[in-house]
């Protein structure tokens, strides 16, 4: 008989959460998949909901108890859940705390179960700041807002209980994802995500600044491939950038897809630029990223009907969103 392979995905319902679902079942795991739903959707994996490996649990991460029966017996945990939006966690940040640090503890406690192969979790390249590029994992942490900070302390608190209790760890520094089911029903999103709802109601894509800000963007099931393979090859207790390996200007990006732009306030103090050194993963777990731009932009493209139903920023409601950075940072 074949071995059973089981993994958790916390956050599964979600944007990159749920293409790692897609990836792990089509490897053949047994997925108990975790999400309370406030910023994903269960549509994103209707299509596993009668296979007999796919477990669906509606649960927010923090009322997980130690010995929560889903976290026995399990091979590969992969914590995708919690919250990050910088603007947001200036004026509220007590809710980046408790789901982000406090969240990641209560996963790590029921985790401590079973004998696991590896504990992956989803960090941000948002911690680095306004550091120099490309960037490298030594470089200097500089978080610029709580939500920042609480992805940094949630990161070292992995690593820290892999070191205490002999949890093999990875964090993942994941740079701009984007793809198909970016959608955010809390905040704002991503700039692609306000892009691609703009783009489906023929508005003009609105960017913050002159576009000459440079962006890291990575596709979607680039980032799910390296979270199977920073669990299968990934050296214990490491922590890897996940990028594209190249910086595209806003400009650049908005260029393919091809719409009119409008230009906004510049947020003042934020990166000029990100673009991750990608080489320790590539050297440690032999991965490269696969998906162009252009494909990216164009599989995307073919899903746009998927932000139908998601709420539109236009320039009133950004620059009203953006009140608390310009307070902060002015």
Known sequence: MPITIRSIVTGAAGFLGSHLVDLLMKEGHEVVAIDNEVNGSWKNLKQWQDNPRFKKVHMDILD??????NFKNLDYVFHLAGLECPVTSLNKPEIFFSANIQGTVKVLQASKQSALKKFVFAGSSAIYGDASTPTLETDSIGPMTPSCLTKSQAEETV????????????SLR???AYGPRDLNKLYPGSAFSIWMKQKKSNHPLTIIGDGSNARDFVYCTDVANAFFIAALEGKNGEVYNIGSGQAVTLN???DQLKGKKKYIKNKEDEPKKTWGDISKFQFHCNWQPRIPLASGIEFSLDAIDDWEDTPEWDEDGLNEFLKAWFEVYS
């Open 64 to 69: 997980l108890q130690p010995n929560d029966d």
């Open 159 to 170: 690593l820290h209980w892999g070191e205490v209790f002999n949890i093999p760890t990875n």
């Open 252 to 254: 650049e990006f908005t």
């Open 174 to 176: 994941i740079f701009n």
